[in-house]
């Protein structure tokens, strides 16, 4: 049997075409109530009923009709597609077996009720479609239909299934929305639940933590908590590190399908990459423990940064660059001033006397405000040598004449030297460049931010500085002026000039009122990117998460260069890991940009993982890199541990499938006709650019013409 439906337009107004229609049932009546000439009754009925017709049929076809037929189906391919994520595993009911278990059994139910009637076509599915013989945890990590859906949608014609029977707990903790991916399959997906809801769950959803801690200051953590308790149970909340615990928190149950907020704060104690794991308090019956555990990674710098400020004398300045830097609870700040008798005057630190080697020690950054290595003396110049070598930061403020060429002489003489002419007595102003642009961002709002560097103030005692070819140009004069701002890499570590004086201004400005605040953020945000150190190793190593989830592939990203920075290709790199345990394993990168070495591969199991890497090229080491990661035991899988009904209803629904329970595969299986399991064809005609139709409304009035000339009516 075919099946034929009607459309209108959604916006048609059937309204006032039904109206229309009575109208012209009238006006056709009408037409021929006359008596004289007198007609039969049948003539007088099939001239009103053409004239009727005719109308009506006009009225209707503005309304875009199409017409609908469906068609026999185009074939008998039905893919099954069991679920192999993790979830699987877990219990199908209490006291009973696996859930994988239960779906082997509904598959070899379908298989025997729909022989005969159906093409059994057999596939598995996780986080994308698999083979059936994958077992590899990290490659069932996560469950995610919709991508899978739609991954066969974008298969050639020929070989989609005509349907799909979907077996699965229901769990969706990843991919595509399964219900759009659905109806957009253009087959219907039937859908199995495999498993029954027991007991009940608590676990962590997830944890927040700061993109960096600094050691000895208090650093906020957030639990996310889960539970399927009564809404308000008293649930403890503890922060680990390594068995130790750090601090505990209590908050109530949200209830099923909420969340609660554990805040938490913690004071690390040592600089490193901090692991910590966030567990809720055990619950008798918990059908997931897997979950009551979530690591979180954090970053830990060494308590506060260190900055050293030599200044050749007091000026304005200083006084606005030791505003900015005093009021950020992160720096800790010593200036010393140098007297006209060469002594040197703390201003932190009163009574602090000469400055020495060891005044560098657990110092980021030193700022040279005009002075020159003479002032600092041999020992003192040959430490910051060795220092700004060894990753430090410094910030050279030219001040006036002689400017940046005080800075050519000593150990770092020929590092620092720039050829330069004297100064200029027209004053410069600034004009940040795109190299430059996050360092000099002024304001969050970037139009805002290049308007208050187009009215900033200029500088003076500017010399013309020729930059060389591996200097940065972060900031230069108007139109085509001198550079400004100058960084320059020294070993490990990095240099900044500022050529010119009166920068001190930029933090006032009468029309300005955030340009007290925009000169803060401008010193801070410099001071912090000189502290951190010039990757001058050749090698480098990331890892791409430095926390991975339990179960789910790692992901290293190594970049390689040669002595002057520039990317090397055609290198053979590989890595060896090293566990807890003294568990190893070896992995190789794949090239991948320029200069840039990429190595996935399936989790190596939780634990703190150290990565040794190599890139060697013809026989020739080219370099080595450490870094390191953490593998949580926590994972998507663990988390939605309970079947889910209504994702599976809902998938079935969208697609015109059907919706059961694995455990009655057999009888759901043989309900089913031929029609509902497999797709349905249809095709659609627009009536309304048919030229049948128009072609029929011609015929109807010509035939009612005719007929009335041939009775003689005008």
Request: without cysteine.
């Amino acid at each position: 049997m075919i099946g034929l439906s009607l459309h209108l337009a959604p916006n048609a107004p059937w309204a006032w075409l039904a109206l229309a229609t009575v109208a012209f049932v009238v006006l056709a009546r009408w037409a021929y109530a006359f008596r004289m000439p007198p007609l039969t009754t049948f003539t007088r009925r099939t001239l009103s009923l053409l004239r009727w017709g005719a109308l009506a049929l006009l009225a209707w076809l503005l309304a875009m009709p199409v017409l609908e037929r469906s068609l026999p189906a185009s074939g008998t391919r039905v893919l099954v597609l069991r679920d192999r994520s993790l979830s699987m595993e877990r219990p199908e009911r209490a006291g009973g077996g696996t859930r994988e278990r239960a779906a082997e059994r509904a598959l070899a139910e379908l298989r025997s009720a729909l022989r005969g009637r159906a093409r059994l076509e057999e596939g598995a599915f996780a986080s994308t479609l698999l083979a059936d013989t994958v077992r590899a945890a990290s490659e069932r990590a996560a469950s995610a239909p919709g991508s899978v859906l739609s991954e066969i949608a974008r298969l050639p014609v020929e070989r989609r299934p005509d349907g799909v029977i979907l077996l699965s707990d229901g769990a969706v903790n990843a991919g595509e929305d399964p219900v759009a991916a659905a109806r957009t399959l253009g087959v219907p997906v039937h859908t199995l639940l495999v498993g029954e809801r027991t007991g009940v769950d608590r676990g962590i959803a997830g944890v927040e933590a700061t993109s960096e801690a600094r050691v000895g200051e208090a650093t906020p953590v957030r639990v996310r908590v889960v539970s399927d308790e009564e809404r308000g149970a008293p649930i403890v909340v503890r922060l680990e590190d390594g068995g130790r615990e750090l601090t505990r928190t209590t908050v109530p149950a949200p209830g099923p399908g909420a969340e609660a907020l554990a805040e938490l704060r913690v004071v690390p104690s040592r600089a490193g990459l901090a692991l910590w794991t966030a567990l809720v308090s055990p619950l008798e019956g918990d059908t997931s423990p897997d979950n009551d555990a979530h690591g979180v990674a954090v970053p830990v710098a060494p308590g506060k940064l260190g900055v050293l400020v030599l200044s050749a004398g007091l000026n304005w300045d200083l006084a606005f660059l030791r505003r900015a830097l005093s009021g950020d609870s992160t720096v800790e700040l010593d200036t010393r001033v140098r007297e006209a008798s060469g002594a040197w005057q703390a201003l932190e630190r009163p009574g602090a006397g000469s400055v020495s080697p060891g005044d560098l020690t657990g110092r980021s950054v030193v700022v040279l405000d005009a002075v020159s290595a003479a002032d600092l003396g041999p020992a003192l110049d040959l430490g910051l040598a060795n220092f700004v070598r060894g990753g430090g930061g410094l910030l050279l403020i030219a001040g006036p004449a002689p400017g940046a060429a005080r800075f050519a002489s000593g150990q770092l003489g020929r590092d620092l030297a720039f050829r330069s002419s004297a100064p200029s007595a027209v004053p410069v102003g600034p004009e940040p460049l795109e190299s430059g642009a996050e360092l000099l961002a002024w304001d969050d709002d970037p139009a805002r931010g290049a308007r208050a560097w187009r009215e900033a103030a200029p500088l003076a005692d500017v010399s013309a500085l020729a930059p060389g070819g591996a200097d940065r140009l972060l900031l230069v004069g108007r139109d085509g002026g001198p550079p400004l701002w100058l960084a320059r890499a020294i070993g490990r570590g990095q240099a900044l000039l500022v050529n010119g004086t009166g920068f001190w201004r930029w933090s006032l400005d009468g029309t300005d009122e955030l340009a007290g605040e925009r000169g803060r953020r401008l010193w801070r945000k410099t001071i912090r990117w000189l502290a951190e150190p010039v990757h001058g190793e050749l090698l480098r190593v990331t890892a791409e998460r430095r926390l991975v989830p339990g179960g789910e592939p790692v992901r290293l990203d190594a970049l390689l260069q040669d002595a002057r920075f520039h990317p090397v290709g055609g290198a053979d790199v590989s890595a060896e890991l090293s566990g807890s345990g003294g568990a190893s394993r070896r992995v190789a990168f794949s090239p991948g940009g320029p200069g840039a070495y990429t190595a996935t591969f399936p989790s190596p199991g939780a634990g703190r993982w150290q990565v040794n890497v190599r890139a060697t090229r013809d026989g020739r080491e080219l370099g080595r890199a450490r870094g390191e990661f953490v593998v949580d035991r926590w994972t998507l899988e663990a988390l939605r541990a309970q079947p889910d009904s209504a994702s599976m209803m809902a998938i079935a629904s969208a697609s015109g499938g059907r919706f059961g329970v694995a455990r009655d595969a057999a009888a759901w299986a043989r309900s089913l006709d031929a029609r509902a399991l497999v797709r349905h064809r249809t095709a659609s005609t627009r009536l309304w650019e048919s030229p049948w139709l128009f072609a029929m409304v011609v015929a109807m009035l010509s035939v009612e013409w005719g007929w009335r000339r041939r009775r003689g009516l005008m």
